[in-house]
């Protein structure tokens, strides 16, 4: 069953005078109990549709389309009523806990004015929850009292996950929880929230660039290239049958594929090539590519693509 | 073309805050009425009419006359001279060393650093005001000895930021890198530090004008500043006095001239600091 | 041939003003690095492999130890000869936005090494800026561009065109490809190994990624706590 659903989502905002087309046209379903990865290079738009989702962007940003969450449009809520969805219903782990924090208020603090704010707690009643929930995250409860500088990058994200899962939210949106950890911390982060996010039956749309941690962590995954969503397939099909040309390049771009390299860099998004935005790099491309924007395309195995190479089944 | 876009998305920032625009206004008003002053004033500000005392503000006189039948309109265009020149030529001295020994002292730590950072809390240590005093004092009262005594009591201020910058540039690897390419340390600091300090200085060198203007007019008030017949605001305030009470206008316009000088300076610093931090500056959208 | 070959190398870091505590970020470390050839270097944050790179190349003074590099000891090189030093061994860093001046533009930033070390003239400068940037790849519509304006790929293409241009025989590349995507670190390893086919460059390649390491290096030296505890 269906828990988020995102209908032809448009993002767009004026950036030195150009509009940028964060994202254009999002088509996306999260279901009930599942994780649900996000992958794409560094502005590609994914941070952005992440943040979209719990209504974090800033008024002059252009917003079209449908967020549906629990019947609900998010789109059309009230400031009100979305401070209220945003933590209690839909929980995020913003990217770069260093700068998340803040360095003023010591992290019990930060956790503990969430259960206040949103659940009117005591202040007795907030901090216990509050160690109940670093306990949770393996923070050990009596360093409630430090700040964010006293603790390391790993112990940060830990804190952010505590804060993303305090009101027990059935949607989290982790945008890349674990970007500039060391490999065996980035291991017990994603261990961390897979368990977490299994065992309260939560639903996880994981935001990241490392196909790693996509494939340990996710069911399903949705490739995203400027500003669009390419492929979407369970994680087995991505891995062993990629049908974008663009998320085969990715994967061989992985060590272990022999690092082979793509040509060229990733479009702007105010100044995409026209038809698919992927052709000028593409190894496959036929004659409908530079001309036409190619549509979403079920294939056989229940993978949707966006690609003319298919269009023929 | 580049810096001509830089210069004309200022500009555009500028128009969307109103007081920084004011403020720009006002000293770009004032630099003209500097440059003009001997086209712009009806009366020559030394010539002494006894017959005209303590006029009140009429057609011929617009600000009216002070005790020695002087115009004070004319004296207060001259006026703008002085206090412009002051405030230029010692934020010109104050910035260029103050930035000088920040950037040293930040560069190099260790015992400089301590050295002068110590001598940068004494002079702090200090109320300006006195310390600028007793320079006056010693020194005897002259334009040159005002601005050596401003200056002396105001670079600390941009020793202190530049040297915070130049601490947090030194971690970054394009310093390092330029180590790497083993490019002298004067090098490094003349071309890879400098520039990355300069839109602070600018913001803190605009507020310092108007500190530096501020200060002068109170040494010539007390006396100590640029002496009488020379047209400077702050000896008219002081001249103005005895007569307070019959001729208000004698210190009423002197002390406007001040006032509308500083706040425009610090309207436009203000702006700047406004334009220019990143921190406020930042589309949070685009850090993606 | 042995290019680099260092011995027995220390940096101690002392905190504490009254309770002198002594820290040993490397603490005994001997690599050799033959010409033409990679070493990996890998290990957990913290456990001092960027550390080793610095005093290397001497950023960072070493306490103790021997850094013998195309047959001579360089720790105690100055003035000079230590400028010239800078013309051999090179290091790319790990994040490429800060690996620039953010006020100077990518032309003036290739030319930069050049003018250090004198290496060009006036009326050479174009020619030879741009047979740099055709051979790392880059498109020379960003040569007039500002850091902040190009992508992380594009600038450590810039920061390998840099030190190119001084024709050095061994480069540190510290953790240089771990802020990148995917896709981009795919293109800058093998943009390195070309060079290094190329010019016969020697890396010293460090990255906390195992995968990637394999695939760079000829030999891998596995760090911890100071020490190199394990060779591959």
């Known amino acids: 069953m269906s828990l988020l659903k995102i209908q032809d989502l448009k993002v767009y905002f004026n950036a030195r005078g150009k509009t940028v087309k964060a994202n254009n046209g999002i088509d996306l379903e999260i279901r009930e109990n599942e994780i649900l990865g996000l992958i794409g290079e560094t502005g590609c738009g994914k941070s952005i549709l992440g943040r979209a989702i719990v209504g974090l962007l ?103 996950i505590a804060m993303g899962l305090a009101l027990n939210p059935g ?143 | 073309m580049k810096k001509l876009n830089d210069i004309r998305n200022i500009l555009k920032e500028a128009g969307n805050n109103r007081m920084a625009a004011i403020g720009g206004a006002i000293v770009i008003l004032l630099v003209l009425i500097a440059i003009l002053a001997s086209l712009l004033s009806p009366h020559d500000p030394f010539e002494q009419k006894l017959e005209n005392r303590l006029l009140n503000p009429c057609f011929e006189y617009p600000f009216g006359t002070d005790n020695l039948g002087r115009c004070i309109f004319s004296r207060l265009i001259f006026g703008t001279r002085y206090s412009l020149a002051i405030g230029v030529v010692v934020v010109g001295i104050t910035a ?113 004008i108007a500190h530096a203007i501020i200060f002068a007019t109170g040494l010539s008030f007390l006396g100590l500043g640029i002496q009488p017949p020379t047209p400077e605001w702050g000896s008219m305030l002081k001249a103005g006095i005895p007569y307070f009470r019959i001729s208000p206008h004698l210190t009423f316009f002197p002390g406007t001239a001040i006032m509308v000088t500083v706040m425009a300076f610090n309207f436009l610093g203000d702006g700047l600091r406004d334009m220019i931090d990143p921190k406020i500056n930042e589309i949070i959208l685009v850090s993606e | 041939m042995t290019l680099l070959s260092v011995e027995n190398l220390k940096k101690y870091y002392y905190s504490g003003v009254f309770n002198k505590k002594e820290i040993r970020a490397v603490d005994g470390v001997d690599i050799e690095i ?6 990996g270097l890998v290990g957990g944050s913290g456990c001092g492999k960027t550390t080793v790179a610095r005093t290397i190349l001497r950023l960072v003074e070493p306490t103790d130890g021997s850094i013998v590099f195309d047959g001579r000891d360089i720790t105690k090189l100055r003035g000079r000869e230590m400028k010239n030093l800078g013309r051999e061994m090179q290091i790319i860093f790990q994040n490429p936005e800060t690996s620039l001046n953010p006020r100077m533009k990518i032309y003036d930033a290739i030319l930069e090494p050049l003018t250090i070390h004198k290496l060009c003239s006036a009326d050479e400068e174009n020619e030879k800026i741009h047979r740099l940037i055709e051979i790392v790849n880059l498109n020379k519509e960003l040569l007039f561009r500002y850091p902040h304006e190009l992508s992380g790929g594009q600038l450590q293409r810039v920061v390998i065109a840099r030190i190119l241009s001084l024709n050095p025989k061994f480069i540190v590349a510290d953790e240089a490809t771990s802020m990148l995507d995917p896709l981009v670190q795919a293109q800058i390893l093998n943009l390195m190994k070309d060079l290094q086919e190329k010019l016969g460059i020697s890396y010293l390649f460090i990255s906390h990624d195992m995968d990637v390491v394999e695939w760079m290096s000829d030999e891998i030296a596995v760090m911890d706590k100071g020490k190199i505890v394990d060779w591959k």
């Open chain 1, 58 to 160: 800033s008024d002059n940003v252009e917003i079209r389309g449908k967020i549906v969450y629990k019947n609900e449009d998010i789109l059309d809520l009230s400031e009100d009523r979305l401070r209220k969805i945003r933590g209690k219903d839909i929980g995020i782990i913003l990217q770069n806990p260093s700068a998340a924090l803040n360095p003023v208020l010591s992290v019990g603090n930060q956790i503990s004015e969430i259960y206040r704010y949103h659940e009117n707690m005591g202040k007795k009643e907030a901090r216990i929850r509050t160690a109940k929930m670093l306990e949770m995250v393996g923070i050990d409860p009596k360093r409630m009292h430090e700040y964010p500088h006293q603790f390391s990058g790993g112990m940060k994200q830990r804190v952010m």
């Open chain 1, 171 to 313: 949607l989290l949106i982790a945008d890349e929880p674990t970007k500039g950890l060391d490999p065996t911390t980035k291991d017990k982060i994603v261990d961390l929230i897979c368990e977490l996010v299994i065992n309260r039956n939560m639903s996880l749309l994981l935001i990241t660039h490392d196909l790693g941690v996509a494939e340990k962590m996710c069911d399903r995954v949705a490739v995203m290239y400027a500003g669009e969503i390419i492929e979407i397939a369970t994680i087995e099909n991505i891995l062993s049958n990629p049908q974008h040309p663009y998320t085969q390049d990715l994967l061989n771009s992985r060590p272990k594929k022999g690092l082979k390299p793509t040509a060229g860099e990733s479009p702007s998004l105010s100044s995409p090539p026209a038809g698919c935005k992927f052709h000028p790099r593409c190894r496959c491309v036929i004659g409908e590519c530079p001309k036409t924007h190619p549509q979403m395309i079920e294939t056989e195995n229940g993978t949707s693509v966006r690609c003319f190479l298919y269009e023929d089944n």
């Open chain 2, 96 to 208: 260029s060393v103050g930035t000088t020994l920040g950037i040293v002292s930040g560069y190099s730590r260790g015992i400089i650093d301590e050295t002068l950072m110590r001598i940068v809390d004494i002079v702090l240590a200090f109320p300006g005001i006195i310390l600028a005093l007793v320079i006056a004092g010693i020194l005897g009262p002259s334009f040159l000895n005002v601005v050596i005594a401003i200056s002396l009591t105001h670079w600390p201020a941009y020793t202190r930021l530049v040297r915070g910058i130049t601490l947090s540039l030194r971690e970054k690897e394009f310093i390092e890198g330029a180590r790497a390419l083993r490019a002298s340390n004067i090098y490094i600091m003349r071309r890879h530090i400098l520039p990355n300090c300069i839109n602070p200085i600018i913001v803190l060198a605009t507020l310092d």
């Open chain 3, 34 to 39: 033959k010409s033409g050839r990679t070493l």
